[in-house]
């Protein structure tokens, strides 16, 4: 069964440190998501992505955070400076249409020491 | 922001008793999902519902979405241990489709 898959499952950086999350969405959808949930909290929206550009971001997601479909498979999110606060669980989730149905990946594990 | 409050936040109950869970807001959703957590992992989706009054069956488990679109359940009947999980309902933007509200949850557990 297809799935979405999420590497690194853990990642350990220093504050200030860049990081990239990586994620291979299902490879028939078009649509594309990065969501965070930090520890005992709601699983939150960042931004979604449709035909190579940003369709809807939350305002969680500022300059830092950056996200990008390097090629036909990969879709990576960024964040250049990370903070404490960037400490999280990151879920990356591909559609096939809109509002269809979101399959979302294991998550990366984001410790900011 | 287009919250969704679920109730009850726990649940705990024996092998074999049936269970309502509920998932509620003030807003309009153009789809509404649910998801079951494990610790550590993603969510994974059980199901979608986009029609006002939609009833879905997975086995043992009815999903309905209000005729609204502002508020589902989810029925478990005859819970098994394995039904031990967090339950999440996420909504879909009235606005922008390609935006989902999460619920904080609902932890299950169903003791044998």
């Known amino acids: 069964e297809p799935e979405v898959t999420q590497t690194p499952s853990h990642q350990v950086t220093q504050m200030g440190q860049e990081v990239i999350l990586r994620c291979v969405p299902i490879s028939n959808h078009l649509y594309f998501y990065w969501y965070r949930q930090i520890l005992g909290q709601k699983v939150e929206f960042l931004v979604s992505f449709y035909n190579n550009e940003i369709s809807e971001k939350s305002e969680i997601f500022d300059d830092q955070f950056s996200v990008e479909r390097p090629d036909g498979s990969n879709f990576t999110l960024k964040i250049r400076s990370t903070k404490l606060e960037d400490s999280a669980m990151y879920f990356c989730?591909?559609?096939?249409?809109?509002?269809?149905?979101?399959?979302f990946g294991q998550g990366t594990r984001l410790t900011v020491v | 922001t287009q919250l969704l409050e679920q109730s009850p936040q726990f649940l705990s109950i024996q092998e074999g008793e049936n269970l309502t869970v509920y998932c509620n807001s003030s807003s309009v959703f153009s789809s509404l999902q649910w998801y079951r957590q494990e610790p550590g992992e993603g969510p994974v989706l059980l199901v979608t519902?986009?029609?006002?009054?939609e009833v879905k069956k997975l086995k043992r488990l009815t999903f309905q979405f209000g005729d609204a679109r502002k508020d589902s359940s989810l029925h478990i009947t005859a819970a098994q241990p394995g039904d031990t999980g967090l339950y999440l309902c996420?909504?879909?933007?009235?606005?922008?489709?390609?935006?989902?509200?999460f619920g904080s949850g609902t932890k299950l557990n169903v003791k044998p």
């Open positions: 519902v986009v029609t006002g009054g």
């Open positions: 996420a909504g879909a933007s009235r606005y922008n489709f390609n935006k989902f509200y």
């Open positions: 989730a591909s559609s096939h249409g809109q509002g269809g149905e979101a399959f």
